[in-house]
């Protein structure tokens, strides 16, 4: 049996892969703010060298898989935290995780991106780039800077929804560059992405009460299959990813998320 590190463990799409894992009998080190094996802060450096230390000790130095799928969404008032904790969260920790992954002989990393990074006209290129040359104080701040100049009425729905979108985007796109390069694939540490749709989760029902209140045909993007996801729907694929039999795919991006992104944008491949 293996040895998992999951973030974001106390809820959603988190809970339901270290539930998943764990019934399928594997040791899971759940990462959170709260209600976890490790409690840290992956918006801070102190709080991912912590997870990153404890994770280690945990593990032996050999750890099979991890699932960063600890995250928030656009309605956080602060576009610098979402940065930090979107981007940088998983980024930092699982460069810190590489030498145990690459241990374990078939090391499998997954992280939790969105849709939103294709459907949500509002990356901010700028704030990608910062992201990707790892300047997080200088991404925080633009990002902050760029929420504030946001008209009113798109600041009172989500303020931080470019942040969040244009985080996704650098997340992304952090993976497909650096599953490629040899400290990763030719250590046999794969790393992929998946860009989850809307799915039924405390993150997305929030302050806007429970599942029954969403009709999946008001949405505000497509939902050619007429529901929601569910945490478990997401769960699956992580369990996929960390597979020691997923052995030739690194770098991919897996949409799902209901048909959303093949509905918005059908020739994009
Ligand atoms: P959730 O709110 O149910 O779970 C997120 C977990 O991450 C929570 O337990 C929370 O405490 C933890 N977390 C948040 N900030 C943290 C921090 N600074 N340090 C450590 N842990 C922290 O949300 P959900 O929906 O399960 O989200 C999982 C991932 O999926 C997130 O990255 C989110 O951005 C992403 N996502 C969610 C979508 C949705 O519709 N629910 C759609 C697309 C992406």
Known sequence: MATFAVTGSASGM?????????????????????????????????????AAEEILARCGGRLDGVAAIA???????????????NHFGPVRLLERLLPALAASGAGRAVVIGSNSASTVPLIDDG??????????????????????????????????ISAYASSKFALARWVRRTAVTPEWARQGVLLNAIAPGAVLTPLMLGSTGDAADHDPDAFPTPMPLGVFGRPEDIAFWVQQFLRPEARFTTGAVLYVDGGTDAAMRPDAQ
Do not use: N
């Open 127 to 160: 704030l990608v780039e910062l992201a990707l040359a790892g300047e997080e104080q200088a991404a925080r701040e633009r990002a902050r800077a760029a929420a504030e100049a946001m008209p009113a009425e798109v600041r009172a729905m989500a303020p931080s």
């Open 71 to 85: 995250g928030v969404g656009p309605d956080l008032p602060d576009a610098a935290a979402v940065v930090s904790i």
């Open 14 to 50: 988190g809970a339901a892969s270290a539930a998943a894992l764990s019934a399928a009998g594997h040791t899971v080190i759940g990462v959170d703010l709260r209600a976890a094996d490790i409690l840290a802060d992956l918006g801070t450096a102190e709080g991912r060298d912590l």
